[in-house]
């Protein structure tokens, strides 16, 4: 079992700036690949980001392309989003999956585990 705990979330401004992180209880197989969804109140939930342990390849949503970055740091079982350039639409719960790194990386259905989530809220 892999626990995922979620922090950084808060309210800014428009244009502001944010780093999301999350922490896995132990590095394991199933760890391979970490990645960020969001789900904003009456939508369906969003991949953001992902990121591999073995070689850091980094996929992004098209909506966050050029304005978040994921990275991570595997000897603190750590995994990052900074998110600049922060807009309204951005509002949502954020949440932190790991999974094996096996399927597509863009759907909740490859990750086994998941964190709680944090609040980011943009306002205008």
């Known amino acids: 079992q892999v626990q995922l705990v979620e922090s950084g979330g808060g309210l800014v401004q428009a244009g502001g700036s944010l780093r999301l992180s999350c922490v896995a209880s132990?590095?394991?197989?199933?760890?391979?690949?970490m990645a960020w969804f969001r789900q904003a109140p009456g939508k369906e939930r969003e991949h953001v980001a992902a990121?591999?342990?073995?070689?850091?390849?980094?996929y992004y949503g098209d909506s966050v392309k050029g304005r978040f970055t994921i990275s991570r740091d595997n000897a603190k079982n750590t995994v990052y989003l900074q998110m600049n350039s922060l807009k309204p639409e951005d509002t949502a719960v954020y949440s932190c999956?790991?999974?094996?790194?096996?399927?597509?990386?863009?759907?909740?259905?490859?990750?086994?585990?998941w964190g709680q989530g944090t609040q980011v809220t943009v306002s205008s």
């Open positions: 990121i591999r342990g073995s070689d850091n390849s980094a």
């Open positions: 132990r590095r394991a197989p199933s760890t391979l690949i």
């Open positions: 999956a790991a999974g094996p790194g096996y399927g597509d990386y863009s759907l909740g259905g490859s990750y086994t585990y």
